[in-house]
């Protein structure tokens, strides 16, 4: 079993900069691929950026250049930097570990864009 723990959410206007902390219960991140999704109001869940050991990272073409998934294994950490945000970033951020059939998300923080 493997907790996930989101913080970092909140308020910021259009142009500002939010970093996403994902904290996990345990060391995972030489097994788990580790992604952060986000929901908006009325949408679907979709994926914003992930990575595993030894590959590259991939974003969702809407954040490319203004976001980046990092990883601080002595923290058990995963985070999620972003910059320049947009209204359209508003939602709600889920961190997720994958492994095989095993899939783990946290409760959610949610990322409000003002213009």
């Known amino acids: 079993q493997v907790q996930l723990v989101e913080s970092g959410g909140g308020l910021v206007q259009a142009g500002g900069s939010l970093r996403l902390s994902c904290a996990a219960s345990r060391s995972i991140f030489s097994t788990y691929a580790m992604g952060w999704y986000r929901q908006a109001p009325g949408k679907q869940r979709e994926l914003v950026a992930a990575v595993s050991s030894g590959s590259r990272p991939n974003y969702a073409d809407s954040v490319k250049g203004r976001f980046t998934i990092s990883t601080d294994n002595a923290k058990n950490t995963v985070y999620l930097q972003m910059n320049s945000l947009k209204p359209e970033d508003t939602a709600v951020y889920y961190c997720?570990?994958?492994?095989?059939?095993?899939?783990?998300w946290g409760k959610g923080t949610l990322v409000t864009v003002s213009s």
């Open positions: 997720n570990a994958r492994y095989l059939d095993l899939d783990y």
